[in-house]
């Protein structure tokens, strides 16, 4: 089901105001990264590549005004970007945040910001990026890490549920929304929330 579909499934269930969907990952281990396709490459963001990052960036996102804040939230060698050779765009990328301070993360660092180019769709380099991340936070020693998504963002909580994230579920609302989330993966009779 594309994003757009599910994205209008979801969001008649859930309030304009409610808080974005939590997921943490309870394990210092590293994750495989998926090999990086031909004709792509993976590697960190360099100094002065910002307005090819903002171009990938607003892809997905439409609020462009977080891009100023993000490389001060960053670890070092923590946004992971795709490369595409033939191109030299970018195509995906993820940043790994340091500890930011949330109250149910005290001191967590964050998987923030995955995005891939829908015209280099079917290759994994949302999932290349995401375990890079996973494992960049996991080598800085956070031992609670946590993305926050929004529940129509189908695609990135495949990625994260495959990396080894769960959801999050401080409230009933929280845990009926994930409900929702696992119908819409087809996943609703595999997952139990606990």
Known sequence: MPDDDV?????PCRPLHADKLEMIRCSSALVPVPPVPDGYRLRMLAVGEEPLYAALYTLRFRDGSRLDEMPGKTLP????????????????????????????HPGGGQLAWLVA???????????????????R????????PFP????ARIRAIS??????????L???DMRERWDRVF???GLAGERTLG
């Not at 990625?159 to 999050?168: A, E, M, N, S, V």
């Open 77 to 104: 060698a923590g946004c992971f970007v795709v490369e595409h050779m033939a191109s030299d765009r970018l195509v995906a990328s993820c940043r790994a945040y340091h500890g930011i301070g949330r109250p149910r």
């Open 137 to 144: 936070l996991a080598d800085e020693g956070y031992e609670r």
């Open 7 to 11: 994205a209008h499934a979801l969001r």
């Open 183 to 185: 119908a819409a993966l």
């Open 170 to 172: 401080p409230t009933l």
């Open 148 to 151: 926050r998504t929004e529940d």
């Open 117 to 135: 180019d829908p015209a280099h769709g079917g290759k994994g380099l949302g999932t290349i990026v995401a375990a890079a991340v996973t494992n």
């Open 159 to 168: 990625i994260y549920l495959r990396l080894g994230w769960q959801p999050d």
